[in-house]
T-cell receptor, first 113, second 116 residues
């Protein structure tokens, strides 16, 4: 089955810096890769996703890149703000049938003012 | 759009009692809903996949008689933790998938269950 690894487990940056979180997956048939932000005591919130037919997607300060050959994808946050502090999860799935997401282990991002 | 609610947000119960958690898609129909469990500082663990009008599919190691799932309509799925014990204490989160698609999952806010 699919296995998703995520690094780093914790990431501390200064406000205004960029943050990069990386994930690798094992199932070459996976073709849907969402990223979720989870604040303490809340459910995950979808922040961006990418499908295997594109290599990069951007939404304001957030971007995701996908390298299908290497089976890895990354989340890039530019101009970080304290409110970006949260736990970020990557996930992967085959976009067929019942979409079962396999989650990474999470990255705790701390943005210091 | 794509809002998912859960009720209750927090519940404390005595050991041996049963607890029901509701998951609702508020502004869309969901043929498929998912139930996850999350331990402190850990990732989400899929418990079961719930499809409207049919029996839920449970992940390996999840007791179906312990965690009863009902998906009676396109906007509501329920998880009942039967005869709860302290080890069942956890954060339970549901997600819903837009009807008739294999698209994005939208997550609820979670339910914190504490069993005394």
């Amino acid at each position: 089955g699919e296995n998703v690894e995520q690094h780093p487990s914790t990431l501390s940056v200064q406000e205004g810096d960029s943050a990069v979180i990386k994930c690798t997956y094992s199932d070459s048939a996976s073709n849907y890769f969402p990223w979720y932000k989870q604040e303490l005591g809340k459910g995950p919130q979808l922040i961006i996703d990418i499908r295997s037919n594109v290599g990069e997607k951007k939404d304001q300060r957030i971007a995701v890149t996908l390298n299908k050959t290497a089976k890895h994808f990354s989340l890039h946050i530019t101009e970080t703000q304290p409110e970006d502090s949260a736990v970020y999860f990557c996930a992967a799935s085959r976009n067929t049938g019942f979409q079962k997401l396999v989650f990474g282990t999470g990255t705790r991002l701390l943005v210091s003012p | 759009g794509a809002v998912v609610s859960q009720h209750p947000s927090r519940v404390i119960c005595k050991s041996g009692t049963s607890v029901k958690i509701e998951c609702r898609s508020l502004d869309f129909q969901a043929t498929t809903m998912f139930w996850y469990r999350q331990f402190p500082k850990k990732s989400l663990m899929l418990m079961a996949t719930s499809n409207e009008g049919s029996k839920a599919t449970y992940e390996q190691g999840v007791e179906k008689d312990k965690f009863l799932i009902n998906h009676a309509s396109l906007t509501l799925s329920t998880l009942t933790v039967t005869s709860a014990h302290p080890e069942d204490s956890s954060f339970y989160i549901c997600s819903a998938q837009l009807a008739y698609t294999t698209d994005t999952q939208y997550f609820g806010p979670g339910t914190r269950l504490t069993v005394l």
